[in-house]
């Protein structure tokens, strides 16, 4: 069922409008990306990303590209605003989060501008749900200055091997330090907790290891309380890609694939705790 | 293991790995041995065999958070190794998993004097062995709550188990389960007739979830009311003992005697009676007393070696448990286990090597 959000005749157009077949595919995503109530939105040509932030310290984006969209257009060169994501998941989910196979919900999305609400239009089995969101002004989002030329060590895991560990983990530790090198132990996770001290090593030639960049020997502490959310987007995904700079910063890039097959990418950036250059057991 | 006691006790020796277990009343004990067999590799004094071996103990909470979840384990754990390293105070746990991935945990330990109860399943009057399962399916008509449950031998050779009420109890208000089981539902059944014990669920509960899990048929021996019930599963690798208090006979009740009790324990709750100190004596060091007198060793009594516990009548007396005890069951007139401590020679308490958690704060006499 065609949602026309657009009356014939109107004056106004929407800066933002996309239509999207299954609105899980969008709400999955945003979930992953969920330890704080508030999020920014950014749309341009290419898709929308929804960034999301804590402490300073840790920012999370999800990427959902035009190509996802059954119908999108932008009509500025970019349109941002913030807006509560605890809301807006609510309204996305609002006829249920259980996906029943055959049954999704259709939505339709539009933003008028600068000032005006974000409507959503979501139509399950017939029946129509009207929502709209305040927006809010956009914050200046941080900017960890993180590209591919300042990569110091690299590895492509298959996210199966990891979930479980993320999960498990030891929570009463304060932090998660995590090492890569070219040497033994390739890659390892560890905790400091109540119990004592826990590892997890990666050997280089393991089946997970999709691929394996690592030049120097570097050691990173992380807050587990900044990196815990991240367990979400990794259950989501199928791939991780985890990245280190020079000055430690993380990050952390999720390949997502949804129902249909199509791709979609997850990313979180994190500073370290504190900087440690040895190797540390 | 953990439905007993919240500490783990690992002691490695010649004969395999021990794993045990108390409750915080000592009226429950614990011990499963893994005989060398059991494992690929079985080294207990390590590289060096004429070293001395260690014996120490976990929190049952963080020795199981290594184990998280059965399933995956299952599925992605091949090879476990566990590692007792005294100079770095870790006991380690290596879980060498799929893919090449190593989980390494590594524990803090404390080190500990030998926990053992006193028990004798030779001495013991009555024995029966059932298959776990049939003993589990009647265990199943209580309800989880119930605290106690009466094992009895009746005319006829039938063996009942029944719920327990407490006395005080209105009876018409209470609603008692009684089941019968018939003698061919045992392996064996040497029983007296019309003996009858009663005992805590809670841990035969959770020895009988592992019995039923391991298919081994399980043998209780017993006494006389009062007397530690026995529990013991058997097989070519493993030997589990579960040794539970029960509840004695109120018409035996004795007086409490004052023949050992010259040396009153300071403490403000008597969680165990005088006369217990000729046979109940401190686990631990002194930088970790569980409860909260704790109990020092008696100066007027030696510490000495566990022994068969049927001899000494006195040993047979009472011991009332006034006041709240933590642990099951409070309020009960159970018999505390009999346990002995053996000390390494030299009877010096082993320097504690582990950071202090809870500092004893009651004066040694």
Redesign the interface.
């Known amino acids: 069922m065609p949602l026309s959000a657009q009356p014939a005749g109107s004056a106004e157009p929407y800066v933002l409008a996309a239509s999207l077949d299954n609105a899980r595919h969008l709400s999955s995503l945003l979930r992953a990306v969920h330890f704080q109530d508030h999020a920014t939105c950014f749309a341009t040509a290419n898709g929308l990303r929804v960034t999301v932030e804590d402490a300073k310290c840790i920012q999370a984006n999800a990427f959902i590209q035009a190509e996802i969209f059954q119908e999108y257009t932008v009509q500025e060169e970019s349109v941002t605003f913030r807006i509560n994501l605890s809301v807006l998941l609510d309204c996305l989910t609002i006829f249920g989060t259980s996906s029943l196979p055959g049954t999704s919900t259709a939505l339709r999305m539009c933003y008028r501008g600068y000032g005006y609400p974000l409507m959503l239009l979501l139509e399950e089995g017939g029946v129509v749900t009207v929502c709209k969101i305040n927006t809010q002004e956009p914050d200046e989002l941080l900017d960890f200055d993180f590209c591919s030329t300042k990569v110091v060590n690299k590895i492509i895991l298959q996210s199966e091997?990891l979930r479980?560990?993320f999960a498990?983990l030891?929570m009463t530790s304060e932090v998660l330090q995590i090492t890569m090198s070219p040497d033994k132990p390739y890659f390892r996770l560890s905790t400091f907790g109540?119990?004592?001290?826990?590892?997890?090593?990666?050997?280089r030639?393991?089946?997970?290891m999709e691929a394996f960049h690592c030049n120097q020997t570097q050691t990173n502490r992380y807050k587990i309380s900044l990196l815990k959310p991240s367990t979400k987007a990794l259950a989501l995904s199928c791939k991780v890609s985890i990245r280190t700079d020079a000055q430690g910063f993380l990050s952390l890039q999720y390949m997502i694939r949804n129902e249909d097959g199509q791709i979609c990418f997850v990313e979180y950036y994190c500073c370290p705790d504190e900087n440690i250059t040895e190797a540390e057991l | 293991l953990s439905r007993i006691g919240d500490e783990l006790y690992l002691e490695p020796t010649e004969s395999g790995l021990s794993l045990r277990a108390v409750n915080s009343s000592r009226s429950a004990f614990a011990s499963f041995l893994f005989a060398p067999l059991f494992f690929q590799l079985y080294e207990p004094g390590g590289r060096q065999p004429s070293r001395e071996l260690v014996r120490c103990k976990v929190?049952m909470?963080?020795?199981l958070?290594?184990f998280?979840?059965l399933p995956?384990l299952e599925k992605?754990v091949g090879k476990c190794l566990i590692l007792l390293k005294p100079r770095a105070n870790?006991?380690v746990v290596q879980l060498h998993c799929k893919?090449?991935?190593?989980?390494?945990?590594?524990?803090?330990f404390q080190e500990c004097e030998l926990l053992q109860a006193v028990f004798d399943t030779q001495g013991c009057a009555s024995s029966l062995c059932a298959p776990a399962r049939v003993l589990s399916e009647a265990v199943v008509h209580f309800p989880q709550t119930l605290a106690e449950v009466t094992l009895g031998a009746g005319p006829g050779g039938k063996i009942s188990l029944r719920n327990y009420v407490e006395d005080e109890a209105a009876p018409s208000k209470t609603m008692v389960t009684e089941l019968r089981l018939a003698e061919d539902e045992f392996q064996t059944v040497a029983v007296t007739p019309g003996s009858r014990i009663t005992f805590c669920l809670k841990e035969f509960r959770g020895l009988l979830t592992f019995a039923e899990a391991s298919n081994l048929p399980l043998t209780i021996h017993y006494d006389a009311p009062g007397r530690p019930v026995v529990f013991t599963l058997e097989d070519t690798v493993l030997e589990v003992h579960l040794v539970l208090a029960t509840l004695s006979d109120p018409e035996s009740e004795l007086q409490p005697p004052t023949a050992n009790g010259a040396s009153h324990l300071p403490a403000p709750s008597d969680d165990f009676a005088d006369d217990l100190e000729s046979y109940m004596i401190a686990m631990e060091t002194s930088t970790y007393d569980d409860g909260p007198s704790g109990v020092p060793p008696s100066p007027t009594f030696p510490l000495r070696t566990p022994r068969p516990a049927e001899s000494d009548p006195e040993e047979e007396e009472e011991e009332e448990e006034e006041g709240a005890v933590p642990g099951t069951p409070p309020h009960k007139k159970f018999r505390s286990l009999f346990f002995g401590s053996v000390l390494t020679p030299g009877g010096a308490s082993p320097a504690p090597t582990q950071e202090v958690l809870a500092e004893d704060s009651d004066g040694e006499n």
Request: charged share 25%; net charge negative.
């Open positions: 091997g479980e560990a498990e030891d109540n119990a004592g001290s826990a590892h997890l090593d990666y050997p030639d393991s089946d997970l | 929190l909470k963080s020795f958070g290594v998280r979840s995956s992605t870790r006991l893919y090449g991935v190593t989980k390494t945990h590594n524990l803090a």
